[in-house]
T-cell receptor
Framework: GESVGLHLPTLSVQEGDNSIINCAYS??????FIWYKQESGKGPQFIID?????DKRQGQRVTVLLNKTVKHLSLQIAATQPGDSAVYFC??????????FGPGTRLSVLP | KAGVTQTPRYLIKTRGQQVTLSCSPI?????VSWYQQTPGQGLQFLFE???????NKGNFPGRFSGRQFSNSRSEMNVSTLELGDSALYLC?????????????FGEGSRLTVL
């Protein structure tokens, strides 16, 4: 079946540096993508979303880039802080269907 | 506005038993979906309910079932528990219909099967 995957299971960055988390998706009909952050012991929390008619969207310290040609999604976190340490999931949605989540990338912020 | 509420937060069962988990969505949200999260597997979709009807279903055995009530609250049931059912079960609600937008997750119910 169609799936969304993450290239790296773990990512370590220095505090203050920028982080880039990548995601590949396989369903060319996907039209909506979300990045979620999950801290230990908590449920996933929405970070940012993007629709397939866009290639970039910015939030507070975060930017999501969508490359439909190669079916690739990335999450950029500027000036990474200790509070950014968490597992990040991308999720893919084909309208009317259910979200498909990637396996997650664990981001560790080093002091 | 209160978030998605799941009960119980933690529970321990033995093989062969059954379990019922409850989820109260955000007020006004009519769509509720359930996910199983295990180490290394990420989030796997179980099912989604909208207006008391199951609209989508994941690839799980029939031991996993759910329902939604007229007030949008939802329950899921797992019968004849197996060790592999140990997981964090997450409920999420969204404001629109199935597959229409952002999911708001609860904190989850952590099930341990001994």
């Amino acid at each position: 079946g169609e799936s969304v995957g993450l290239h790296l299971p773990t990512l370590s960055v220095q505090e203050g540096d920028n982080s880039i988390i990548n995601c590949a998706y396989s369903n060319s009909a996907s039209d909506y993508f979300i990045w979620y952050k999950q801290e230990s012991g908590k449920g996933p929390q929405f970070i940012i979303d993007i629709r397939s008619n866009m290639d970039k969207r910015q939030g507070q310290r975060v930017t999501v880039l969508l490359n439909k040609t190669v079916k690739h999604l990335s999450l950029q976190i500027a000036a990474t802080q200790p509070g950014d340490s968490a597992v990040y999931f991308c999720a893919d949605l084909n309208y009317g269907q259910n979200f498909v989540f990637g396996p997650g990338t664990r981001l560790s912020v080093l002091p | 506005k209160a978030g998605v509420t799941q009960t119980p937060r933690y529970l321990i069962k033995t093989r062969g038993q059954q379990v019922t988990l409850s989820c109260s969505p955000i007020s006004g949200h009519r769509s509720v979906s359930w996910y199983q999260q295990t180490p290394g597997q990420g989030l796997q979709f179980l099912f989604e309910y909208f207006s008391e009807t199951q609209r989508n279903k994941g690839n799980f055995p029939g031991r996993f079932s759910g329902r939604q009530f007229s007030n949008s609250r939802s329950e899921m049931n797992v019968s004849t528990l197996e060790l592999g059912d140990s997981a964090l079960y997450l409920c999420a609600s969204n404001a629109g219909g199935p597959g229409t937008g952002e999911l708001f997750f609860g904190e989850g119910s952590r099930l341990t099967v001994l």
